[in-house]
């Protein structure tokens, strides 16, 4: 019994020695003529995204409650970047950590993944939506009852993952910009949009809050479809959207998503995932013509480029699921 404590005290310190190590990303601004353009760069974060911020704020959470003590394994349904927040996280507090993934990861995520976990279990079956989510969850629960100590983080619906964007990331922007007229969220399982939105219309209730969402997603009442793209959209409502505090939504299509981070390398030298680029589609399709004095405009670049290199940043992947005519080899479509 007292051996089993001590390695609970050290897991403890350890968890909060994550938290305390964990800083603040950058806002930078970015030049824009009608818009005052601030983007959060999330993808600073130690895995390289904003999930950092659900992962630390859960394991630290679920340790603190006792729901993870030694020896607990933890288990999570994830398309990419949480599955690595928590690869990262569990390895430094010495946790099993087995993640359940989809053929829509991306190449390096999954090999990242493989040579961190012992165990990555991989679902190949779509769902009745055409999506992989609902068997991806399928499996985790086989997978909690199947192994002793198994603990599902519960992205989707834990609220421990919204309160860590709440404390950190929304805590951070208040702090880092003086003024907000509107702020685009891309959303997946919603702890973004959830934690971020609560804060800033705490600091200041005129902020226009305006979620992002592709289509072939059901966050927002659509019928699911096929996507391919990995990072917003979801094909389940999460319950955590229920909560966020949303003025708009803005819905892209996956071709837009890739044409937008296209052209915020190509405009502003920011190399970002899928969902930052669908986010900057939106921005730019909502101020289309807009005059007047600049607004404050924030979004967050949720995740780095590098690991969409074989699919986004791809013109023969680009040209091949959505477009025959887009095929290219200059870059310049
Ligand atoms: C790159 C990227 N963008 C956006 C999201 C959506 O964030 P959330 O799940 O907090 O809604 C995710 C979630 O995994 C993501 O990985």
């Not at 959470?61 to 999570?76: H, L, N, P, Q, S």
């Not at 919603?190 to 804060?199: C, E, K, P, V």
């Not at 030298?269 to 986010?279: I, K, L, M, N, R």
């Not at 590098?306 to 870059?331: I, Q, R």
Request: glycine share 8%.
């Amino acid at each position: 019994m007292t051996a089993v404590s001590s390695r609970d005290d050290t897991l403890r310190r350890r968890a909060e020695a994550v938290l305390s190590r964990h800083t603040p990303t950058e806002v930078v601004r970015l030049p824009h003529a009608r818009l005052q353009l601030f983007a959060k760069l999330e993808s600073a974060n130690v895995t390289g995204s904003a999930k950092d911020r659900s992962a630390i704020w859960i394991l630290g959470d679920a340790v603190r409650t006792g729901a993870i003590r030694a020896g607990t394994t933890v288990v999570e349904s994830s398309s990419g970047n949480f599955a690595l927040s928590l690869a990262t996280y569990c390895h430094e507090l010495r946790l099993d950590f087995v993640p359940v993934i989809d053929p829509n990861i991306n190449d390096m995520t999954e090999r990242t993944l493989r040579r961190m976990c012992r165990r990555v279990e991989k679902v190949t079956e779509r769902d009745p939506t055409g999506g992989f989510l609902l068997s991806r969850l399928a499996r985790v629960g086989e997978l909690v009852r199947e192994i002793e100590d198994a603990y599902w983080t519960d992205q989707y619906s834990n609220p421990a993952g919204a309160r860590g964007h709440y404390e950190l990331t929304g805590t951070e922007i208040v702090a880092q910009l003086e003024r907000i007229d509107y702020l685009f969220v891309g959303v997946g399982t919603g702890a973004t949009i959830n934690g971020l939105s609560r804060r800033v219309k705490e600091a200041n209730p005129d902020v226009v809050v305006v979620a992002v969402d592709v289509a072939g997603s059901a966050i927002f009442g659509a019928e699911p479809h096929r996507r391919l793209i990995p990072g917003i959209g979801s094909s389940i409502r999460p319950p955590l959207v229920e909560d966020a505090v949303i003025s708009e939504i803005v819905t892209v299509s996956e071709l837009e998503e890739v044409a937008g981070c296209r052209r915020l390398v190509r405009d502003h030298g920011v190399y970002a995932g899928g969902s930052t680029g669908a986010v900057y589609s939106a921005i730019e399709c909502y101020f289309e013509g807009f005059s007047g004095p600049p607004p404050v405009v924030a979004f967050l670049c949720m995740d780095r480029g590098d690991p969409y290199s074989m699919t986004v940043y791809d013109d023969a992947w680009v040209a091949a699921n959505f477009a025959p005519s887009l095929v290219t080899t200059t870059g310049q479509w």
